[in-house]
């Protein structure tokens, strides 16, 4: 059968591995368009639905990151299931960054919050620092709903280490430990294109992780946050790929405020955005 | 000067140990509750608010989990801003137990997501697993707004030690590691009665990490999960309480389902849930 991971995956072959993150914050938008609507969660839609429309044919998939949502309350959060509805009606995979993770009653109905109803989205990721049983209330929408997730297991930011990188007495960091477990979890979902449907979070901000980690996990998609903004770059990202596919980049402010760089004046946000999507996936396709 | 923490030290001298979990399942209401309005979100919050009213001058503190409210959707937030509030409005002290946990950027928008406007609480819940560095945007509210946090130490799971508990190579469990790092952080922060603004979740499922978890964080006030339903007792609790207090208990489930009890018969959900705070609350007492 044909899952949602393996749709990502011919995805990817056809258009490249750019993930778009619309972590779409009010001051990332031209001064006209944030006055132009009384409320920033409109001017924020209004955004996302341009920069969406000028990318779709170029773009993997979308991120969405809820917090951006949830800071601006509930017209925030309104915005943040009508972008995903959007996403949905034009026919792209989207991933609801959320980063949920808790007992096993209270999963249960952040599955249901995320995976049906207003904030439906095709994946989401989750935090899997409280154990893998607090996984399991989201498998049984990975099949019937033909759903994903992806788990963390190494970030992308500064701190990073801090705890993923405490090393066991066996010599295994706590991000390989997680690793290993998630490469278990996922066997029992498997694709056609050689990836589960449980992906994981690998940052690319440390380029011998990233390697270490796919040879942990070799039949998890990834989900690689890091590059740009964050210091990554399409180098470091080859080692986790395999024939330039099992893996999606995300890029967010890099995209969102491509039209404040100097080599994209004279082009609008949207096409800004555009030109940016094209630049990174050249920059990944010439590096791996 | 005065912090919230030690307000809720003050509040747990005056009226107990107990936390009330807000955890409402629309399965929770007796079925003509249910009948009675046409959305689940209005009847969760009509009895959301017969549950503070009927416990108000017994509960230290409130917990309103927001996983049941995302998962009714948009009516549901609405009804979770609609909680907070009212328990803001009658004085209580507010837990938003919502686990955020992300890099600084996104952490950011969570900080302002839930410490102010349509989801302000007091305390809120936060996973401190990708690194301290992704809890220091939550610190400016700490002292601006008054605000705490609980970062997640040793959950009540049963899988909490998967993760939590992986040994390093000098001993120490990753719990233990995170223990450490909280009460580092946390002495920035000291309040008057002994404990900072900075709080640890530690679950009382494991009675010897309990000890263990006081012991590392002597000046961290605790949010006990794991009391009742989940199996912890009020004996496993005494050995983190130092003189009763120092840390809240919490319980959702026991307390709002108290009205299907064979010994509650006869009383109306709120009273029942009043008489099982009043039991928990001398349950604790005469254990510590």
Known sequence: MKTLTDRLYVRVAEVGNVCLGLDTDISYLPIDMQRRHSRPSDAV???NKAIIDATLDVTAVY????AYYEALGLPGLDAYAKTL???RKKGAIVIADVKRGDIAKTAEMYAKAHFTGDFEADFITVNPYMGMDTLAPFYPYLEENDKGIFALAATSNPGACEIGGIKSADGESVCEKIAGMLAKENAAFPGE????RIGAVVGCTDKNGLAKMRALMPDIFFLIPGYGAQGGTAEDIRGCLKDGNGGVVNSSRGILLAWQKPENSGLSFDEAARAEVLRMREDIRSAV
């Not at 294109?193 to 589960?196: A, K, P, Q, V």
């Open 85 to 87: 509805a959007y996403l």
């Open 63 to 66: 991120k969405v990151q809820i």
């Open 45 to 47: 839609l209004t955004f």
């Open 193 to 196: 294109n050689g990836y589960g």
